[in-house]
Protein backbone atom coordinates (compact mmCIF):
# COMPACT_ATOMS: atom_id res chain seq x y z
CA UNK A 1 0.00 0.00 0.00
CA UNK A 2 1.68 3.34 -0.84
CA UNK A 3 2.29 5.48 2.62
CA UNK A 4 0.50 8.60 1.53
CA UNK A 5 -2.56 6.26 1.37
CA UNK A 6 -2.19 4.98 4.55
CA UNK A 7 -1.04 8.08 5.89
CA UNK A 8 -4.62 9.76 4.88
CA UNK A 9 -7.40 6.98 5.53
CA UNK A 10 -5.31 6.68 9.46
CA UNK A 11 -5.78 10.57 9.78
CA UNK A 12 -9.46 10.01 8.83
CA UNK A 13 -10.04 7.62 10.99
CA UNK A 14 -11.96 9.29 13.41
CA UNK A 15 -14.71 9.36 11.50
CA UNK A 16 -18.09 8.53 13.64
CA UNK A 17 -21.06 10.56 11.20
CA UNK A 18 -22.58 8.91 8.48
CA UNK A 19 -20.07 9.73 5.40
CA UNK A 20 -21.87 11.48 2.19
CA UNK A 21 -23.05 9.32 -0.43
CA UNK A 22 -22.18 11.77 -3.10
CA UNK A 23 -18.82 12.45 -1.55
CA UNK A 24 -17.58 15.23 0.01
CA UNK A 25 -16.39 18.19 -2.17
CA UNK A 26 -12.97 17.53 -1.69
CA UNK A 27 -13.28 13.91 -2.86
CA UNK A 28 -15.70 15.47 -5.79
CA UNK A 29 -13.12 18.15 -6.60
CA UNK A 30 -10.49 15.24 -6.91
CA UNK A 31 -12.15 12.99 -9.29
CA UNK A 32 -13.10 15.70 -11.41
CA UNK A 33 -9.45 16.97 -11.83
CA UNK A 34 -8.72 13.40 -12.50
CA UNK A 35 -11.57 12.85 -15.20
CA UNK A 36 -10.66 16.21 -16.65
CA UNK A 37 -6.15 15.36 -17.11
CA UNK A 38 -6.96 11.34 -17.84
CA UNK A 39 -10.03 11.12 -19.44
CA UNK A 40 -10.01 14.67 -21.71
CA UNK A 41 -14.00 15.07 -21.57
CA UNK A 42 -13.70 18.50 -23.22
CA UNK A 43 -16.32 19.99 -20.90
CA UNK A 44 -16.96 20.48 -17.42
CA UNK A 45 -20.53 19.68 -17.65
CA UNK A 46 -20.29 16.12 -16.59
CA UNK A 47 -21.31 14.53 -12.67
CA UNK A 48 -19.22 12.34 -10.40
CA UNK A 49 -19.97 9.88 -7.81
CA UNK A 50 -17.68 7.24 -5.44
CA UNK A 51 -18.55 4.02 -5.90
CA UNK A 52 -17.56 1.13 -3.28
CA UNK A 53 -15.31 -0.48 -5.66
CA UNK A 54 -16.36 -0.83 -9.22
CA UNK A 55 -17.56 -4.15 -9.11
CA UNK A 56 -20.60 -3.74 -6.92
CA UNK A 57 -21.51 -0.52 -9.68
CA UNK A 58 -21.30 -3.37 -12.53
CA UNK A 59 -23.33 -5.66 -10.73
CA UNK A 60 -26.09 -3.24 -9.58
CA UNK A 61 -25.92 -0.48 -12.08
CA UNK A 62 -28.62 -2.01 -14.70
CA UNK A 63 -31.05 -1.99 -11.35
CA UNK A 64 -30.04 1.30 -10.34
CA UNK A 65 -31.00 2.62 -14.23
CA UNK A 66 -34.44 0.85 -14.09
CA UNK A 67 -33.48 -1.81 -16.50
CA UNK A 68 -35.65 -5.13 -15.92
CA UNK A 69 -37.77 -7.66 -18.10
CA UNK A 70 -38.35 -6.64 -21.15
CA UNK A 71 -34.83 -4.73 -21.54
CA UNK A 72 -32.03 -5.61 -23.56
CA UNK A 73 -28.41 -5.18 -22.05
CA UNK A 74 -25.60 -5.47 -24.57
CA UNK A 75 -22.28 -6.85 -23.29
CA UNK A 76 -19.11 -7.81 -24.71
CA UNK A 77 -18.28 -11.07 -26.56
CA UNK A 78 -15.62 -11.89 -24.07
CA UNK A 79 -16.11 -9.81 -20.86
CA UNK A 80 -15.94 -9.62 -16.94
CA UNK A 81 -18.61 -12.23 -15.48
CA UNK A 82 -20.08 -9.14 -13.69
CA UNK A 83 -21.67 -7.65 -16.46
CA UNK A 84 -23.87 -10.86 -17.30
CA UNK A 85 -24.44 -11.13 -13.67
CA UNK A 86 -25.82 -7.59 -13.19
CA UNK A 87 -28.17 -8.05 -16.24
CA UNK A 88 -29.49 -10.84 -14.69
CA UNK A 89 -29.97 -9.32 -11.18
CA UNK A 90 -32.03 -6.70 -13.07
CA UNK A 91 -33.92 -9.25 -14.57
CA UNK A 92 -33.32 -8.03 -17.98
CA UNK A 93 -32.18 -10.09 -21.01
CA UNK A 94 -28.64 -9.94 -21.82
CA UNK A 95 -27.26 -9.99 -25.49
CA UNK A 96 -23.66 -10.86 -26.25
CA UNK A 97 -22.11 -8.64 -29.28
CA UNK A 98 -19.30 -6.50 -30.34
CA UNK A 99 -20.60 -5.35 -33.66
CA UNK A 100 -23.57 -3.41 -32.46
CA UNK A 101 -24.55 -3.56 -36.45
CA UNK A 102 -25.19 -7.27 -35.94
CA UNK A 103 -28.21 -6.20 -33.76
CA UNK A 104 -30.36 -5.29 -36.09
CA UNK A 105 -33.88 -4.39 -35.16
CA UNK A 106 -33.43 -5.18 -31.49
CA UNK A 107 -34.61 -2.63 -28.87
CA UNK A 108 -31.76 -1.78 -26.48
CA UNK A 109 -31.71 -0.17 -23.11
CA UNK A 110 -27.87 -0.17 -22.33
CA UNK A 111 -24.65 -1.06 -23.89
CA UNK A 112 -21.52 -2.37 -21.81
CA UNK A 113 -18.15 -1.43 -23.00
CA UNK A 114 -14.78 -2.40 -22.10
CA UNK A 115 -11.73 -0.86 -22.72
CA UNK A 116 -8.84 -2.30 -21.84
CA UNK A 117 -10.70 -5.31 -21.62
CA UNK A 118 -10.42 -7.39 -18.99
CA UNK A 119 -9.83 -10.33 -19.71
CA UNK A 120 -8.11 -9.78 -22.97
CA UNK A 121 -6.45 -6.50 -22.54
CA UNK A 122 -7.76 -5.32 -25.67
CA UNK A 123 -8.44 -2.03 -26.30
CA UNK A 124 -10.96 -0.18 -28.65
CA UNK A 125 -9.90 2.75 -30.78
CA UNK A 126 -11.56 5.88 -30.46
CA UNK A 127 -13.07 5.82 -33.90
CA UNK A 128 -15.08 2.97 -32.75
CA UNK A 129 -16.26 4.60 -29.55
CA UNK A 130 -17.27 7.14 -31.41
CA UNK A 131 -19.34 4.49 -33.44
CA UNK A 132 -21.00 3.31 -30.42
CA UNK A 133 -21.96 6.52 -28.71
CA UNK A 134 -23.53 7.33 -32.08
CA UNK A 135 -25.48 4.09 -32.45
CA UNK A 136 -26.70 4.55 -29.04
CA UNK A 137 -27.78 7.91 -29.07
CA UNK A 138 -29.94 7.20 -31.98
CA UNK A 139 -31.74 4.64 -30.30
CA UNK A 140 -32.07 6.22 -26.86
CA UNK A 141 -29.91 3.72 -24.81
CA UNK A 142 -27.33 4.18 -21.96
CA UNK A 143 -23.70 3.47 -22.91
CA UNK A 144 -21.25 3.04 -20.06
CA UNK A 145 -17.44 2.30 -20.37
CA UNK A 146 -15.63 0.44 -17.96
CA UNK A 147 -12.32 1.73 -17.88
CA UNK A 148 -10.30 0.40 -14.85
CA UNK A 149 -7.98 -0.21 -16.54
CA UNK A 150 -7.06 2.97 -18.39
CA UNK A 151 -3.58 4.02 -16.83
CA UNK A 152 -1.82 0.39 -17.20
CA UNK A 153 -1.49 1.42 -21.48
CA UNK A 154 1.83 -1.42 -22.93
CA UNK A 155 1.25 -1.34 -26.93
CA UNK A 156 -1.37 0.81 -27.22
CA UNK A 157 -2.82 4.33 -25.78
CA UNK A 158 -6.95 3.77 -24.15
CA UNK A 159 -8.82 6.87 -24.50
CA UNK A 160 -11.67 7.59 -22.47
CA UNK A 161 -15.54 7.36 -23.61
CA UNK A 162 -15.56 10.97 -22.42
CA UNK A 163 -13.14 12.26 -24.70
CA UNK A 164 -15.54 10.82 -27.90
CA UNK A 165 -18.22 13.04 -26.49
CA UNK A 166 -17.95 15.86 -27.49
CA UNK A 167 -18.28 17.64 -24.25
CA UNK A 168 -22.21 16.14 -24.30
CA UNK A 169 -22.04 13.85 -21.97
CA UNK A 170 -25.96 12.59 -22.65
CA UNK A 171 -26.69 8.91 -21.59
CA UNK A 172 -22.71 8.19 -21.20
CA UNK A 173 -21.22 7.05 -18.30
CA UNK A 174 -17.61 5.69 -17.51
CA UNK A 175 -16.77 3.76 -14.41
CA UNK A 176 -12.95 3.86 -13.23
CA UNK A 177 -11.20 1.92 -10.26
CA UNK A 178 -8.22 2.85 -7.86
CA UNK A 179 -8.04 -0.80 -7.38
CA UNK A 180 -5.44 -1.21 -10.40
CA UNK A 181 -3.78 2.09 -10.39
CA UNK A 182 -2.85 2.26 -6.61
CA UNK A 183 -3.12 -1.12 -5.17
CA UNK A 184 -6.82 -0.07 -3.70
CA UNK A 185 -8.13 -3.15 -4.04
CA UNK A 186 -8.54 -3.88 -0.81
CA UNK A 187 -10.17 -0.46 -0.25
CA UNK A 188 -13.17 -1.04 -2.52
CA UNK A 189 -12.99 2.43 -4.02
CA UNK A 190 -13.93 3.65 -7.42
CA UNK A 191 -15.96 5.91 -8.77
CA UNK A 192 -18.57 6.43 -11.92
CA UNK A 193 -18.37 9.94 -14.45
CA UNK A 194 -20.45 10.86 -17.59
CA UNK A 195 -24.43 12.25 -17.81
CA UNK A 196 -25.31 14.39 -15.13
CA UNK A 197 -28.40 13.51 -15.37
CA UNK A 198 -27.82 9.92 -14.80
CA UNK A 199 -25.39 10.43 -11.80
CA UNK A 200 -28.13 12.47 -9.78
CA UNK A 201 -30.69 9.29 -10.79
CA UNK A 202 -28.48 6.67 -9.03
CA UNK A 203 -27.17 9.15 -6.44
CA UNK A 204 -30.64 8.72 -5.67
CA UNK A 205 -31.19 5.21 -5.65
CA UNK A 206 -27.92 5.31 -3.54
CA UNK A 207 -28.78 7.43 -0.65
CA UNK A 208 -31.69 5.22 0.08
CA UNK A 209 -30.16 1.81 -0.28
CA UNK A 210 -27.10 2.67 1.70
CA UNK A 211 -24.32 2.23 -0.88
CA UNK A 212 -22.39 4.63 0.52
CA UNK A 213 -17.86 4.54 0.54
CA UNK A 214 -16.86 4.91 4.32
CA UNK A 215 -15.42 8.65 5.11
CA UNK A 216 -11.85 7.35 5.91
CA UNK A 217 -11.78 5.57 2.18
CA UNK A 218 -13.15 8.98 0.89
CA UNK A 219 -10.41 10.44 2.42
CA UNK A 220 -7.72 7.97 1.03
CA UNK A 221 -9.17 8.27 -2.51
CA UNK A 222 -8.32 12.22 -2.14
CA UNK A 223 -4.91 11.08 -1.12
CA UNK A 224 -4.79 8.66 -4.35
CA UNK A 225 -5.85 10.35 -7.11
CA UNK A 226 -3.84 13.57 -6.08
CA UNK A 227 -0.15 11.43 -6.29
CA UNK A 228 1.27 9.94 -9.68
CA UNK A 229 4.13 9.12 -7.96
CA UNK A 230 3.11 5.38 -6.54
CA UNK A 231 0.73 5.05 -10.11
CA UNK A 232 4.28 5.31 -11.95
CA UNK A 233 6.37 2.46 -9.53
CA UNK A 234 3.19 0.45 -9.64
CA UNK A 235 2.63 0.98 -13.65
CA UNK A 236 6.43 -0.23 -13.99
CA UNK A 237 6.25 -3.38 -11.85
CA UNK A 238 3.51 -4.58 -13.84
CA UNK A 239 5.76 -4.32 -17.07
CA UNK A 240 8.57 -5.80 -15.58
CA UNK A 241 6.53 -8.69 -14.47
CA UNK A 242 4.98 -8.52 -18.47
CA UNK A 243 7.92 -8.84 -19.89
CA UNK A 244 8.94 -11.87 -18.21
CA UNK A 245 6.12 -13.79 -18.35
CA UNK A 246 5.69 -13.02 -22.27
CA UNK A 247 8.59 -14.06 -23.15
CA UNK A 248 8.41 -17.19 -21.06
CA UNK A 249 4.90 -18.51 -22.66
CA UNK A 250 5.83 -17.21 -25.80
CA UNK A 251 8.80 -19.55 -25.49
CA UNK A 252 7.04 -22.16 -24.22
CA UNK A 253 4.50 -22.37 -27.22
CA UNK A 254 1.40 -20.05 -26.22
CA UNK A 255 0.48 -17.23 -28.60
CA UNK A 256 -0.50 -13.86 -27.14
CA UNK A 257 -3.61 -12.79 -28.18
CA UNK A 258 -4.34 -8.72 -27.66
CA UNK A 259 -3.02 -7.90 -24.09
CA UNK A 260 -2.06 -4.13 -25.40
CA UNK A 261 -2.81 -3.14 -21.77
CA UNK A 262 -4.29 -3.65 -18.57
CA UNK A 263 -3.10 -6.26 -15.91
CA UNK A 264 -3.46 -9.62 -18.40
CA UNK A 265 -2.18 -11.84 -20.86
CA UNK A 266 -4.14 -13.70 -23.14
CA UNK A 267 -3.18 -16.47 -24.65
CA UNK A 268 -4.18 -19.72 -26.23
CA UNK A 269 -2.14 -23.16 -27.41
CA UNK A 270 -5.05 -23.60 -29.76
CA UNK A 271 -6.52 -25.78 -27.74
CA UNK A 272 -9.70 -26.36 -24.86
CA UNK A 273 -9.16 -24.16 -22.08
CA UNK A 274 -9.14 -26.77 -19.49
CA UNK A 275 -6.96 -28.89 -21.26
CA UNK A 276 -4.78 -25.66 -20.96
CA UNK A 277 -5.18 -25.33 -17.43
CA UNK A 278 -4.20 -29.01 -16.61
CA UNK A 279 -0.91 -28.39 -18.56
CA UNK A 280 -0.04 -25.13 -16.35
CA UNK A 281 -1.32 -26.65 -13.35
CA UNK A 282 1.54 -29.44 -13.78
CA UNK A 283 3.65 -27.05 -13.15
CA UNK A 284 2.03 -25.06 -10.46
CA UNK A 285 0.99 -22.33 -12.18
CA UNK A 286 -2.73 -20.54 -11.80
CA UNK A 287 -4.26 -19.16 -14.54
CA UNK A 288 -8.02 -18.74 -15.05
CA UNK A 289 -10.02 -20.47 -18.11
CA UNK A 290 -11.42 -18.34 -21.08
CA UNK A 291 -14.43 -20.29 -21.21
CA UNK A 292 -15.06 -18.24 -17.68
CA UNK A 293 -15.70 -14.58 -19.75
CA UNK A 294 -17.92 -15.58 -22.78
CA UNK A 295 -17.94 -19.03 -24.79
CA UNK A 296 -15.97 -16.99 -27.39
CA UNK A 297 -12.87 -17.40 -24.93
CA UNK A 298 -13.29 -21.20 -24.69
CA UNK A 299 -9.63 -22.07 -26.29
CA UNK A 300 -7.94 -19.34 -24.08
CA UNK A 301 -6.68 -18.61 -21.12
CA UNK A 302 -5.80 -15.49 -18.76
CA UNK A 303 -2.75 -15.04 -16.86
CA UNK A 304 -2.76 -12.04 -14.31
CA UNK A 305 0.48 -9.91 -13.51
CA UNK A 306 -0.35 -9.69 -9.99
CA UNK A 307 1.58 -12.34 -8.49
CA UNK A 308 4.89 -11.45 -6.67
CA UNK A 309 8.12 -10.52 -8.56
CA UNK A 310 9.27 -13.68 -7.14
CA UNK A 311 6.47 -15.88 -7.48
CA UNK A 312 6.39 -14.38 -11.45
CA UNK A 313 10.33 -15.35 -11.82
CA UNK A 314 9.53 -18.84 -10.54
CA UNK A 315 6.75 -19.32 -13.10
CA UNK A 316 9.04 -18.17 -15.43
CA UNK A 317 11.55 -20.66 -15.04
CA UNK A 318 8.58 -23.65 -14.97
CA UNK A 319 7.47 -22.65 -18.24
Known amino acids: ?12 SDSPGYPLTAGTPRLREAIREWVHHWCSPGSDAFGVLPTIGSKELVAWLPTLLGFGPGDTVVIPQVCYPTYEVGVQLAGATVVRADSLTALGPSRVGMVWVNSPSNPT ?103 AL ?10 ERYARRRQILRGAFE ?55 TATDERVESAASRL
Open 1 to 12: MPAVIRAALAEA
Open 226 to 235: GDEGHVDEQR
Open 121 to 223: GRVLPEAHLRKVVQWARERGAIVVSDECYLPLPWEAAPVSILSVCDGVFDNVLAVHSLSKRSNLAGYRAGFLAGDPALVEEILAVRKHSGMIVPGPVQAAMVA
Open 251 to 305: RAGFTVEHSEAGLYLWLTRGEDSWSTLDWLAERGILAAPGAFYGPAGERHVRVAL
